[in-house]
């Protein structure tokens, strides 16, 4: 490039919108991490008659609260793939929502890597955005995060 005029003649380059392929292991599944809040869960997608397997028992089992089974089915439902797909997870830290909320994360992304065509559905539906909302530490000179001591003048 001698001087500025040439500028014109370079041609910009193409941004390219990111292709997703699928991504399936030797057994048919595919693999991902979930996480939310403290907890975080491993989960596998294979084509299956619908079984839910977290933690080596059934998911209604693990998550005996119907809010929880229902978060956790959210995806399946958004992807119309209720009952098509077996699900195994493995989630350790935190309380039962957030491994509930970290499952639903993983299971997310597994389908997406599993049938690539699902993730618009699934990215509109808001489940693939991990939840970064995590508990404030607690400060010095607090009771809490930030509950002050309890005020008396004498």
Do not use: C
Not at 86 to 114: C, E, M, N, P, W
């Amino acid at each position: 490039m001698a001087d500025l005029s040439s500028l014109k003649d370079l041609a910009p380059a193409e941004s390219q919108a990111p292709v997703h392929v699928r991504k399936v292991d030797a057994q048919g599944r595919s693999y991902a991490t979930g996480k939310r809040k403290n907890a975080i869960a491993r989960v596998w997608v294979k084509p299956g008659s619908g079984k839910i397997i977290i933690n080596g028992r059934d998911f209604s089992a693990y998550f005996a609260r119907p809010v929880l089974q229902m978060i956790l089915q959210q995806p399946l439902v958004a992807a119309a793939r209720t009952g098509q797909f077996d699900i195994i997870a493995t989630v350790t830290g935190g309380g039962l929502s957030g491994q509930a909320g970290a499952v639903r994360h993983g299971v997310s992304k597994a389908l997406t890597y599993f049938e690539p065509g699902l993730r618009p559905v699934l990215k509109k539906g808001g489940f693939l955005t991990r939840d970064s909302r995590v508990v404030e530490r607690k400060k010095y000179g607090k009771a809490k995060a930030r509950r002050s001591f309890q005020f008396s003048k004498r």
